[in-house]
Antibody
Framework: EVQLVQSGAEMRKPGESLKISCKGS????????IAWVRQVPGEDVECMGI????????RYSPSFQGQVTISADRSTSTAYLQWSSLKASDTAVYYC???????????????WGQGTLVTVSS | EIVMTQSPVTLSVSPGQRVTLSCRAS??????LAWYQQKPGQAPRLLIY???TRATGIPARFSGSGSGTEFTLTINSLQSEDFAVYYC????????FGQGTKLEIK
C-alpha cells in the first residue's frame, strides 16, 4: 500500500525557519515525483513545486520560486519543504502528493499525505 | 498559467438527487483533467482522472466527461457521504486547481 506520512503541526513566529517532511513507503520512492501542495483555509489549492527523488530534479511554481526549498533524501525515502524566513501569509495546510504515473508529473495525484498545518503568528 | 474555473461555488441538493458540477479551463488541457473530493480535515481524494476514468475504489455513481476546456463531474443518486468540496485539476501544463464547489445538504 502506498503511504505518504507527513510530520506534525508546527507553530512558528514570523522570520523563523521551518522544515517539514513527507515519508513515502509502499512504492519505489526514487521513481515517482513528489509534489508539495498548499491549501489556505477558504482559498485555492496550489501546487508549489515538485521533486524527482531519483535525481533531485526540482521544479517550482513561479509563485513560490525563491520562497521555499524542496528537497529529498533517497536513503530515507523522505521529501522536505522548507522556509528560511516565514511570513504570516505562509499559514496554511501543506500536503505532499504523488502523481499516479511512474516518472512524470503530468498526472493526477493518486496518493496524498495527511497534511501538515503550519501556523505563523507573533 | 492555465486558470481553472468551477461552477457553481456552492450547490444545495437533497440526498438521492443527481448533480452536475462544471469546470472550465482557460485554454485546452486535452483530457488531462482530474476531479477530487475533499471532506473537512482530510486530504483530497482522487475520484476521476484523464477526464472520465474512475480511480480505484470509486463508486460508479461518479462519472466525468468533457475534453479541451469544458468538463463535468456527475454524481448520480447522492449519498450522505458525498456532501463535500469537489475540485478539478489540470495537469496538462504544470498543475492548477479550480477554486472548488461545495456540495451541501438541502
Amino acid at each position: 500500500e502506498v503511504q505518504l506520512v507527513q510530520s506534525g503541526a508546527e507553530m512558528r513566529k514570523p522570520g523563523e525557519s521551518l522544515k517539514i517532511s513527507c515519508k513515502g513507503s509502499g512504492y519505489s520512492f526514487t521513481n515517482f515525483w513528489i509534489a508539495w501542495v498548499r491549501q489556505v483555509p477558504g482559498e485555492d489549492v496550489e501546487c508549489m513545486g515538485i521533486i524527482y527523488p531519483g535525481d533531485s530534479d526540482t521544479r517550482y511554481s513561479p509563485s513560490f520560486q525563491g520562497q521555499v526549498t524542496i528537497s529529498a533524501d533517497r536513503s530515507t525515502s523522505t521529501a522536505y519543504l522548507q522556509w528560511s524566513s516565514l511570513k504570516a501569509s505562509d499559514t496554511a495546510v501543506y500536503y505532499c502528493a504523488r502523481p499516479a504515473l511512474y516518472g512524470t508529473f503530468y498526472a493526477a495525484f493518486d496518493s496524498w499525505g495527511q497534511g501538515t498545518l503550519v501556523t505563523v503568528s507573533s | 498559467e492555465i486558470v481553472m474555473t468551477q461552477s457553481p461555488v456552492t450547490l444545495s441538493v437533497s440526498p438521492g438527487q443527481r448533480v452536475t458540477l462544471s469546470c472550465r479551463a482557460s485554454q485546452s488541457v486535452s483530457s488531462n483533467l482530474a476531479w477530487y473530493q475533499q471532506k473537512p480535515g482530510q486530504a483530497p481524494r482522487l475520484l476521476i482522472y484523464n477526464a472520465y476514468t474512475r480511480a480505484t475504489g470509486i463508486p460508479a455513481r461518479f462519472s466525468g466527461s468533457g475534453s479541451g476546456t469544458e468538463f463535468t463531474l456527475t454524481i448520480n443518486s447522492l449519498q450522505s457521504e458525498d456532501f463535500a468540496v469537489y475540485y478539478c485539476q489540470q495537469y496538462s501544463s504544470w498543475q492548477t486547481f479550480g477554486q472548488g464547489t461545495k456540495l451541501e445538504i438541502k
